[in-house]
């Protein structure tokens, strides 16, 4: 079925590093893969999405790029604040599970100052 | 527009007792769906409503779990009666069509004790 990996940390960055949290997925077809965000005390919030290959989501300074070849959709981001901190989960919907979205386990981030 | 929204934000009961969620979706948005975060691991789907009726419910756990969506309008989302794995975060989330994102709610966290 499909599925969705991604590193679990925790990571722990200082702020303006560079972030990487990879993602890579299995399904069938050509699923929309999206970032969900949690910080703190708050619910879900979509960061950013990608629906066919070669797309690259952009959203408050955070990048991924649909990468049909080698299944991934690594989240980016150039330099991180200290209210980045939150859970990241990389997630997708395909064909075969078009009405449930399916999430990887989490990343939990912290960002010192 | 106001998002989706979820009661109680946390409940905290004993073993046996009963608890109802409840889910109030995006004004116009048909579908509803809840999905739920057990022990810091992976944001699983329950169900999916359109409207009032269940598409899919490939996803409840056992016949503990009762949902419901009288008039198509909010969802409730019952456990009776309630035993220790079930504590942890039930999201609701809703879009206008099974293409859209979904947007999530804050979450309720159910504590079983």
């Known amino acids: 079925g499909d599925s969705v990996t991604q590193m679990e940390g925790p990571v722990t960055l200082s702020e303006e590093a560079f972030l990487t949290i990879n993602c890579t997925y299995t399904a069938t077809g050509y699923p929309s893969l999206f970032w969900y965000v949690q910080y703190p005390g708050e619910g879900l919030q979509l960061l950013l999405k990608a629906t066919k290959a070669d797309d690259k989501g952009s959203n408050k300074g955070f990048e991924a790029t649909y990468r049909k070849e080698t299944t991934s959709f690594h989240l980016e981001k150039g330099s991180v604040q200290v209210s980045d901190s939150a859970v990241y989960f990389c997630?997708?919907?395909?064909?075969?599970?078009?009405?449930?979205?399916?999430f990887g386990p989490g990343t939990s981030l912290s960002v010192i100052p | 527009e106001a998002g989706v929204t979820q009661f109680p934000s946390h409940s905290v009961i004993e073993k046996g007792q009963t608890v109802t969620l409840r889910c109030d979706p995006i004004?116009?948005?048909?579908?509803l769906y809840w999905y739920r975060r057990v022990m810091g691991k992976e944001i699983k789907f329950l169900l999916h409503?359109?409207?009032?009726?269940?598409?899919?419910e490939s996803g409840m756990p056992n016949n503990r779990f009762l949902a419901e969506r009288t008039g198509g309008t909010y969802s409730t989302l019952k456990v009776q009666p309630a035993e220790l794995e079930d504590s942890g975060v039930y999201f609701c989330?809703?879009?206008?069509?099974?293409?859209?994102?979904?947007?999530f709610g804050d979450g309720t966290r159910l504590s079983i004790l």
């Open positions: 004004s116009g948005h048909d579908n």
């Open positions: 997630a997708l919907r395909s064909k075969t599970s078009y009405d449930k979205v399916i």
């Open positions: 989330a809703s879009s206008q069509t099974t293409d859209q994102p979904q947007h």
């Open positions: 409503f359109v409207k009032e009726s269940k598409q899919d």
